[in-house]
């Protein structure tokens, strides 16, 4: 192997421990320590602990608060403790943890801090998205030779990196010349890791190798090469002492191991047994035929508002994926960028286009709204870059002008109303808009333009067999979802993660749109799923932060107007019901309900719009009967199926490695998010400074932070509101169908049996009862007490 390959393949094995790290206009959530999975839990937070400085385990006060509120059970607690060899007292033990601290790491040296100052001073120029007026030279020509390109006429640059070589492999070939061949991933994982949120962001645009990436070309290699100069410039440590590679791989389960796992049991009972109680209940459908049925995102924030819908009429929920199965590229009409809206698990597949059904006048209308709104847009970015024109600005717009600001400080609440006013003046896109589904053939882009009939016949058939629907209703809604807020960088944060960060409007529209082509449905009665002729097919959008839900219904048969009507009032009363229990949860008066989301939606001071998906702690794979009349606090994934229609375990399998994972990835996310802020989060927001459209410091520069902010995951300073437990799945379906399915995917398995989530079925075959999984595709029964319909007793709302 020649000396370039070795070098190129050891920084690939060296990145695979530095998360990946999505801009904020399209935020990703993503396990932190995704590089680390393929080892236990407790050894791969002990790992990360001394390469990237961050804490795996919630503090010992965390745990006390936990025992103290009987989240944690003191029985089970004791059993997890002795199991382990430690005293089973939990004062004793919490004592145990206070008093023992974990190895101090070791202060950055003053070299390295002014490599890290050097390095991120030019990243942040390079990696800009538009923000910068003035951009770095030479650009196009990369990273490493923009940098030789500058670094001559940069004081804070010693001469010696000046005179740089050709490539960047022969400069890391320089700055290894005192290495051995074997120090070199460790010395590549060391320095990747120096600034994770840089080479995370590095990392997931050269794997995306988007626009920009095409136009200014990094890779790590040129990053590395750039770094490494420096760091033999300023004599900075080459592996700092904290780093090393001569870990134990296996190590005693720590004791805070212990208390999570307890917590996290905990937890898991109170969810698991009402479950097996409704198990036992399943099958006595009185066969009525609902009004409509809404198909919701798995996403916690669905649940809520799936309740009180569920109880304004007789309408029926389900949970799918909020991308809607269909992975695309979308182009909004109007808008300057295209979208992914679909998992980062996946690769978009087809390219979507928003164009104008007809020339209405209501097309017009929108393009001169939309030309006034950039218009605006330009001159305010143009004064918030020129201070002495955005005072003159001021000055000359008068007292108008000032009043205006102070609305929006003062009274977000009726700002809300005058903008709501105006929006349901001025059309939406979808209004005179529809998703060019249909296949082009000659259109010249990356992706293919629409999908083949066969296409839009598997991604219809795909959705209803995965939930297991055997029935319609005259009117089904495919219900997206997106937030609302002002001012917050982090706000793709809130919108669907399915969808890549995204609103998942446009995917509802385009499932509705296939879901009403006869020829499909032609198709689809060929493979067994018989849709009704007078079944009509929706598309919406929830708004999580105000839980108002807008149909796009306007074109629908004048023979379902009034089911739309009715749809629409009892989407009002739930929204009601819903907000008012969001707007306690988020500490305020729950009699504000409506009026208090509307204004934290408006309020551009307001640095928690919305709870987001914090809370989560447990997915859900079932029928809704399974969950009907629980109330799951919002904090459960539910993604619906039907083990009896599904039996070779194909659409279970595609639930397990598809929404399973990324719900996972969602949930280690908010764990180490609220863990650890400052290594796994991105800290408070009122510190935050934007940084390239890309990102966000805390204070003046530094590392890009890669999280959640605090607000997101804390109701105070020292009170988190997220719970930080590891996901526990709870499937229904047979234990031994479960099995085949771990056995045949390595990936997953190894994901439980390192203890990265928990997974819990229970059995409809085996009397109800449930099965924990343990490791090497082994159960271990939770009771063996059977349920049957007559001892499973009734589960109400109040249970």
Known sequence: MSTESAIHESIERAAQTVGSVWPLHSFVTANPLAGFEDRPFHAAVDDAERLLGGDGYPDPALFRAALEADRIDTEILREELAAHGYESDPENSLERMADTTAADTAEAALETERVDAVVTKWLAAFLDQGQADWSMPDREAGFYQAFRSVAPHDSAIPDAAADLPDEPVEAIQDALAESPVGEWETVFRAQLAALPGWTGFIKQRVADDDAWQSAYPITLAGYLAVRLTLVDCFDAPVVPEAVSDDAEDERDVPRPECWLRAWERSYRDELVDPLTDASATLGDDTGTRPDAQLVFCIDTRSEILRRHIEAAGDYETHGYAGFFGVPMRYDGYGTDVTVDACPPILDAEHRIVDRPATTQETK??????????????????????????????????????????????????????????????????????????????????????????????????????????????????????????????????????????????????????????????????????????????????????????????????????????????????????????????????????????????????????????????????????????????????????????????????????????????????????????????????????????????????????????????????????????RLSTVIHAPVERVTEILAANERLQSLLDNDWLSLTVVDPEQDHRAFEYTANLEWTPLSTEAKTPETAPTVTPDD
């Open 364 to 725: 017009g209308v929108y393009d001169r709204w939309q030309a006034t709104l950039r218009t605006t847009k330009q001159a305010i970015k143009r004064l918030e870059s020129n201070a002495a024109t955005a005072f003159s600005f001021v000055e000359s717009a008068g007292p108008g002008y000032g009043v205006a600001l102070a609305a929006r400080t003062l009274l977000p609440r009726r700002v809300y109303d005058l903008v709501s006013g105006a929006d349901e003046r001025v059309p939406d896109g979808h209004e005179f808009c529809e998703p060019t589904v249909d296949y082009d053939p000659d259109t010249d882009h990356a992706l293919p333009a629409g999908l083949t009939h066969q296409q839009k016949v598997e991604y219809a058939a795909t959705a209803f067999e995965l939930m297991g629907w055997e029935e319609f209703a005259r009117v089904v809604v495919f219900t997206g979802h997106a937030s609302q807020t002002a001012n917050n960088p982090f706000d793709s944060s809130l919108d669907c993660g399915a969808c890549a960060g995204n609103p998942g409007g446009p995917n509802a529209r385009v499932l509705a749109a296939i879901c009403n082509d006869e020829a499909v449905q032609s198709t689809l009665r060929e493979r067994g799923i018989e849709i009704p002729e007078d079944t009509v097919f929706v598309a919406g959008e929830h708004n999580t932060t105000t839980d108002e839900v807008e149909l796009y219904a306007d074109d629908v048969p004048a023979s379902h107007e009034d089911a739309i009507e009715q749809l629409r009032t009892d989407l009002a009363s739930a929204r009601a019901d819903a907000a008012t229990e969001r707007a306690r949860d988020m500490g305020a008066d729950g009699e504000a309900g409506i009026r208090e989301t509307e204004r934290r939606a408006a309020d551009w001071a307001e640095t928690r719009p919305e709870w987001g998906l914090a809370g989560n702690a447990g997915f859900v794979v079932g029928p809704r009967d399974l969950t009907d009349g629980i109330d799951l606090d919002g904090r459960s994934f539910l993604h619906s199926y039907d083990w009896s229609t599904d039996p070779d375990g194909n659409a279970l399998e595609a639930i397990m490695a598809g929404p399973m994972v990324v719900t996972q990835w969602i949930n280690t996310q908010y764990y180490f998010a609220t863990v650890d802020n400052a290594a796994y989060g991105s800290g408070s927001k009122v510190t935050h400074n934007a940084v390239g459209n890309i990102g966000v410091y805390q204070g003046n520069g530094g590392d890009l932070m890669t999280g959640l902010p605090s607000q997101s995951l804390m109701s105070a300073d020292d009170e988190p509101y997220h719970q930080p437990l």
